[in-house]
C-alpha cells in the first residue's frame, strides 16, 4: 500500500490490530476497506470491555453498536467512522447485519466475570470471536460455501487461541483470568497466582492443553485449504500467526511472563507461507 493514503479504519487497525492488518493485505484488494472497516468494529466492540469499570458500562458500549448496525440497516448511519465504513459493504450485501450483530452478542462474554470451565468453553469462546470474526472475512472475499468458511474459522480459532495465551499477563493486570478452571485446578494452579502472575512455569501443563487445540485447528487448515479459492486463501495466514506466537511462547518454556516484548508482524513469513502454500 506504499504511496496510498491509509483510510482511518485502516491506520486504526494498523495501530491496534497489526496482525490483522498484515494479513488483510494479503486479501483481494477490492474488499480490503471493507475487511479494515469489520477489524476496527470488531477492536471497538473489544474496547467496550477493556474500557468499562464495571461490566454494566460495558454492556451499554455494546448496545450502542447494536444500535448502531441496526441503523445502519436501516439507512440511519450513526456520526462514527467505523459505523460510516461499515454502511457500503452492507449496503453491496458484502456484509450482513446479522454477521456483525454475531460478533457482538460473542463480546456479551467479556463482561462475564465466570471463570471459563473447560476446554471445550475455551474453544467455544475463541471460536464465537477470532473464529467468527474470520468467517465473516472470508464470505466478504468471496468464499461462498460451509465448507471453505469452516476452514477460514479454524485459522481465526487458532489465532485466537493463541492470543488468549500470550495475552495472560495483560488479561491478569485487568483483573480477568481466560483459562479453562478445570485445567488450572488439575495442574495445581490457583486462580490468584494467575493474577498475581505468580504461576510462572506451572501454566506449561496448561498452555500444552490449549496448544493441542491450536495444532488440530492448523492440521485442518493444512488439509482444508483447496477449500477455498486461492484469492481467498491468504485469510489461512491466521492459522501461520497462530503457530508463531504458539512457537514464541513454548520458546520460553510455556511461561508468558517471560515472553520478549512483540517485535513488528512477521511479513517475510507470511508472505514465504502465501506462497508455499504452507499455512
Not at 26 to 55: G, H, I, K, M
Not at 107 to 123: F, G, K, N, T
Not at 182 to 209: N, Y
Amino acid at each position: 500500500m506504499a504511496g496510498t493514503t491509509l483510510s482511518w479504519c485502516a491506520q486504526e487497525v494498523r495501530r491496534h490490530d497489526p496482525d490483522r492488518f498484515l494479513v488483510s493485505l494479503f486479501l483481494p484488494a477490492e474488499r480490503r476497506e471493507a475487511v479494515f472497516a469489520l477489524t476496527a468494529f470488531n477492536n471497538e466492540l473489544v474496547r467496550a470491555q477493556e474500557a468499562a469499570s464495571e461490566p454494566m458500562l460495558g454492556a451499554i458500549r455494546l448496545q450502542w453498536w447494536r444500535e448502531g448496525v441496526a441503523g445502519i440497516a436501516a439507512g440511519e448511519v450513526r456520526a462514527h467512522p467505523v459505523l460510516a465504513a461499515l454502511a457500503a459493504p452492507v449496503r453491496s450485501g458484502d456484509i450482513v447485519p446479522s454477521a456483525l450483530l454475531e460478533l457482538v452478542d460473542a463480546r456479551e462474554c467479556d463482561l462475564d466475570d465466570s471463570p471459563i470451565r473447560d476446554l471445550a468453553a475455551l474453544q467455544h469462546y475463541a471460536a464465537s470471536t477470532g473464529g467468527r470474526l474470520a468467517t465473516v472475512m472470508a464470505t466478504m472475499i468471496g468464499v461462498d460455501d460451509d465448507a471453505g468458511r469452516s476452514i477460514a474459522g479454524d485459522a481465526g480459532t487458532a489465532y485466537a487461541l493463541a492470543g488468549l495465551m500470550t495475552s495472560i499477563p495483560a488479561f491478569a493486570g485487568q483483573d480477568r483470568i481466560l483459562l479453562p478452571a478445570d485445567r488450572l485446578a488439575a495442574h495445581g494452579i490457583r486462580a490468584a497466582d494467575v493474577k498475581a502472575g505468580m504461576s510462572g512455569r506451572k501454566l506449561a501443563p496448561v498452555v500444552a492443553d490449549i496448544a493441542r487445540l491450536i495444532v488440530d485447528h492448523r492440521r485442518r487448515i493444512r488439509s482444508g485449504a483447496r477449500l477455498l479459492p486461492p484469492r481467498a486463501r491468504g485469510i489461512l495466514l491466521f492459522g501461520t500467526l497462530a503457530g508463531i506466537h504458539l512457537a514464541r511462547l513454548l520458546r520460553v518454556g510455556g511461561d508468558p511472563w517471560r515472553l520478549p516484548p512483540r517485535q513488528a508482524p512477521p511479513a517475510l513469513r507470511l508472505w514465504v507461507a502465501a506462497i508455499t502454500g504452507r499455512y
